[in-house]
């Protein structure tokens, strides 16, 4: 895949879809995720959703959720996938090197290592533990 194809973390979707932010603070994370979502898509790029991804939304936001599955659906510039016995795999056995995350933050370092995609979260353990794999960004850090 591509330097044009990134994996978002849940936490940069809650963003988004909950309009998460303290706009006193500067500019909220919500607007962060939507503007880095619509440089994607101007970009021709493509955002990687996993089934993990949708199961922690579904737990986050119930009854919103068939609402953003759609969108995801019908979007475009996102694709969903599945996430792999090897993904599970490797996320166990980080999960007992390192028993620092959940097992859901291993799982997305996995699966975007097996892709070999930068990961997008916001998530600071989450991202020491991913640098050491793949590459690790912010939304904010990869606007122009």
Not at 4 to 10: I, P, R, S
Not at 51 to 67: A, P, Y
Not at 108 to 134: C, G, S, W, Y
Request: some cysteine; overall charge negative; proline content about 3%.
């Amino acid at each position: 895949m591509s330097q044009k194809t990134h994996y978002v973390d849940t936490c940069i979707w809650l963003n988004l879809f909950k309009k998460e932010g303290d706009e006193t603070k500067g500019v909220p994370y919500w607007k962060h995720a939507k503007d880095f979502f619509e440089q994607v898509k101007e970009n021709n790029g493509l955002l990687i959703v996993s089934t993990i991804t949708l199961k922690e939304l579904t737990f986050k936001l119930g009854d919103k959720f068939n609402d953003i599955k759609s969108f995801f659906q019908e979007s475009g510039f996102i694709n969903i996938i599945k996430t792999t016995p090897e993904d599970y795999n490797q996320a166990r056995q980080w999960e007992q090197e390192h028993q620092l995350l959940s097992f859901y933050d291993y799982l997305h370092v996995a699966i975007a290592k097996r892709l070999n995609v930068p990961l997008i979260t916001r998530d600071r353990d989450l991202m020491e533990f991913a640098q050491e794999h793949v590459k690790v960004f912010r939304p904010e850090d990869l606007l122009r």
